[in-house]
């Protein structure tokens, strides 16, 4: 049988410096790799969040000493 995945609460302080990474890597990234497809953006935006929550729930990142790209914050190739 499988492990249960126990969710990760958050404060208010994480949850703001959350949103502001989150922000802040939607500006480089729609930046670098524009899209014309809103559609596209929508699924983009929804990847880059889940990735964001997953790596702040795992105990979080260094982001002054890690600074992972577009394609490794969305999961692309």
Partial sequence: MGSIKRSHAFD???LEIIDL??????EQI???RPSN??????????TLRKRVFDLAGSG???FDT?????S??????
Wanted: proline share 6%; no cysteine; hydrophobic share 35%.
């Fill in 66 to 70: 890690s600074r992972p790209g577009a």
């Fill in 12 to 14: 208010p302080l994480d």
């Fill in 37 to 46: 497809d809103a559609s596209e953006d929508e699924e983009r935006r929804a």
């Fill in 21 to 26: 990474v989150y922000e802040v890597a939607w």
């Fill in 72 to 77: 490794e914050l969305t999961g692309a190739t």
């Fill in 60 to 62: 979080g990142v260094d």
């Fill in 30 to 32: 729609s930046a670098r």
